[in-house]
């Protein structure tokens, strides 16, 4: 069974930064591309960030140049480096072993303005 468990979020200013952590289990992990995804208020979640199991990335345009997803296979962690914070990246992050049907419960980013 896949377990995945998020943290790192918080309250940040606008322009501010923010690391998320996602600790993975249940899987070969360093094997599974991983993304990040985020679902705002009322709206339908999107994929913010993916990695490969080679750590090939792809990011969605609202975030290129500001967000940085990597992996750490040793820890079974990926992360995403989010900087230059804006209103509009408020939501909650989750992440997701690619393939699988499995989510955390996933970590509240809030960007006040």
């Known amino acids: 069974q896949v377990q995945l468990v998020e943290s790192g979020g918080g309250l940040v200013q606008a322009g501010g930064s923010l690391r998320l952590s996602c600790a993975a289990s249940?899987?070969?992990?360093?094997?599974?591309?991983m993304g990040w995804y985020r679902q705002a208020l009322g709206k339908q979640r999107e994929l913010v960030a993916v990695?490969?199991?080679?750590?090939?990335?792809n990011y969605a345009d609202s975030v290129k140049g500001r967000f940085t997803i990597s992996r750490d296979n040793a820890k079974n962690t990926v992360y995403l480096q989010m900087k230059s914070l804006k209103f509009e990246d408020t939501a909650v992050y989750y992440c997701?072993?690619?393939?699988?049907?499995?989510w955390g419960q996933g970590t509240q980013v809030t960007v006040s303005s």
């Open positions: 997701k072993a690619e393939g699988w049907r499995s």
């Open positions: 249940g899987i070969v992990f360093s094997m599974n591309a």
């Open positions: 990695i490969s199991s080679r750590g090939n990335t």
